[in-house]
């Protein structure tokens, strides 16, 4: 019941009598005082019944990295079967996975997203009720590509949305300055082309204050939205990003570290209260390619919610060296990875692939979707293969149009 209430109603919730004929003033003032009561309790009731039930609400989530078309070349992966390279043969298998994801009502984060595709998804999510947040970083290279956020309309009522290139939200004091540059490592080869040389990497030499140096040339951007359920008055946050890819040096992850707590610290932001918006602080979910595996200082990096002195207990002290210099906005309990969460341990790979530079192929878990516990628990999540045996990899192949597998996780709001 909503609205008015008649007043017969509050009359037998309240026990008042009706009218008398004989009634006196100070008699009628109290009965209609009694009757306001009865009516404000009558809302009270109905709004706080009503509240529990709506946010009792399930978040269908889908992240997928669908392999930039320019990246997906036979140069990069000269030992794939071709047809299975064409973006004209991958791309009519993407979109039956995104299909099947928007006749589920799912919220998706796509990753490497490049401009072509970007402007066929928009059309494909526009003509089935989605809206879309597209956000681009990338060279010509790799097809300009960006991270995207698609959610059904129908469903989801959008608040607020950021985009958001992590660097920028750094002071700009922790960047080093610009200085001449130092002399070419390798006189006048390239990095590759002394690869190509040698048959293997030349060895990579890190110079103090490095990270900071690549982090801040890494132009990778987030997309954070706040919804809410339609007819209801629960809030919560969802977002996305694709990590630089960067793997070896301690200064590599370093780097990767300085992006992990600028989005950390992001992500807190925009989910806390906010008066002026209106807003309460809100649960949080964050879905992507991490390139980071699990295990990693990166990894708990995430999984502490941002605490530099839970990974530095954890032996890893010297990768999280000078993250005090950012700003630091924690989440106290955390978050959680929902396959973990779930299965009660990560998947054994979300990437399965075999490029032009690696001797063997590489089979690990990059790929993400974490939450924050408390109003958030995971009631249903996809399970991925076990065994490397399972998939007729490496990917792309005949079946998987990405090097990634698409992850899906199901979570419950309450309040």
């Not at 991958?90 to 997203?113: N, T």
């Not at 399972?390 to 419950?412: I, K, Q, W």
Request: charged letters at 20%.
């Amino acid at each position: 019941m909503s609205g008015s209430y008649p007043i017969q109603w509050c009359r037998a919730v309240a026990r008042i009598p009706a009218c008398g004929i004989n009634e006196t003033a100070s008699a009628r003032w109290n009965r209609f005082q009694k009757l306001g009561a009865a009516a404000a309790m009558a809302g009270a009731v109905s709004w706080m019944s009503t509240k529990l039930v709506r946010c009792d609400t399930d978040l269908k989530l889908t992240t997928y990295n669908v392999l930039s078309p320019r990246l997906a070349s036979p140069q990069q992966y000269p030992s794939y079967a071709r047809e299975d390279l064409a973006k004209d043969s991958r791309w009519p298998k993407i979109l039956s996975r995104m299909q099947k994801a928007v006749d589920d009502d799912r919220i998706i984060a796509l990753q490497e997203v490049d401009l072509e595709w970007a402007g066929n998804l928009h059309a494909f999510f526009a003509e089935r009720g989605y809206a879309v947040v597209f956000a681009q970083y990338g060279k010509q290279m790799n097809g300009y590509m960006g991270v995207m956020m698609a959610w059904p309309t129908k469903v989801f009522q959008a608040l607020d949305v950021e985009l958001c290139k992590l660097t920028d939200t750094a002071p700009k004091r922790v960047w080093p300055r610009s200085e001449a540059g130092p002399l070419a490592r390798f006189g006048y080869l390239t990095y590759q082309g002394l690869t190509d040389i040698l048959g293997c990497r030349p060895p990579e030499f890190e110079t103090e204050g490095g990270e900071w140096k690549l982090a801040q040339g890494r132009m990778n951007e987030a997309i954070l939205v706040r919804l809410r359920p339609r007819a209801t008055s629960c809030d919560f946050c969802v977002a996305t990003h694709h990590m630089p890819c960067l793997f070896g040096t301690t200064e590599k992850v370093r780097a990767v570290n300085i992006h992990s707590q600028l989005l950390l610290n992001r992500l807190k932001r925009f989910a806390a209260a906010d008066v002026k918006k209106g807003f309460q602080e809100a649960p949080v979910a964050l879905m992507g390619d991490f390139n980071i595996k699990p295990g990693t200082s990166s990894y708990h990096l995430i999984e502490s919610g941002g605490s530099i002195a839970t990974v530095s207990k954890q032996g890893s002290k010297h990768e999280v060296h000078g993250l005090e210099q950012l700003p630091i906005a924690e989440f106290p309990d955390g978050l959680r990875s929902a396959y973990k969460d779930f299965h009660g341990q990560e998947p054994m790979f979300t990437n399965y692939a075999m490029s032009a530079m690696s001797k063997e192929a590489f089979v690990d878990t990059l790929d993400y979707i974490w939450f924050s516990p408390g109003r958030l628990k995971v009631v249903a999540c996809q399970q991925l293969p076990k065994e490397t045996e399972n998939v007729n990899g490496p990917f792309p192949n005949a079946e998987e149009p990405s090097d990634h597998l698409p992850l899906h996780a199901t979570l419950r709001m309450s309040d």
